[in-house]
């Protein structure tokens, strides 16, 4: 399938935006689905033709497609870690299995198709681990 108009790129774009960035969310799926790597391949593919159509048409400048990247104190960084926060007993324990790579690995998941620095990574990374205690 291949997405060719813009209005359904706009759309879909922020309903992945929403769900993977809301701070709303109530369901434990949509929190599951939020870091699906599925999710987050789509969401990178649909990002990137997003922004490439918004500056075909002008609705989205150089220097704005360069502000789409993430920064732990920041509302999107407050977003994750009030999510982090809310996991359950059997999240933290999975978690709690997971080796430095695979945690770093779950962090990446959740930010992308934002661009981030090493060092906005790293004080997520060490937010995951220090939940788990």
Do not use: C
């Amino acid at each position: 399938m291949k997405l060719e108009e813009y209005k359904h790129i706009n759309a879909l774009h922020k309903l992945l935006g929403k769900i993977r960035y809301g701070d709303k969310l109530d369901s434990d799926d949509i929190d599951f689905f939020a870091t699906s790597p599925l999710i987050v391949d789509i969401h990178k593919m649909v990002s990137e033709e997003w922004i490439k159509l918004s500056k075909e048409k002008g609705y989205l400048s150089d220097s704005d497609s360069e502000k789409m990247f993430f920064e732990f104190d920041s509302y999107t960084g407050q977003m994750f870690k009030n999510r982090i926060d809310n996991w359950d007993n059997q999240m933290i324990e999975a978690v709690k299995k997971w080796n430095q790579e695979q945690i770093e690995e779950y962090a990446i998941l959740m930010i992308v198709p934002l661009k981030y620095d090493q060092s906005e990574l790293d004080k997520l990374t060490n937010y995951l681990k220090n939940r788990i205690g």
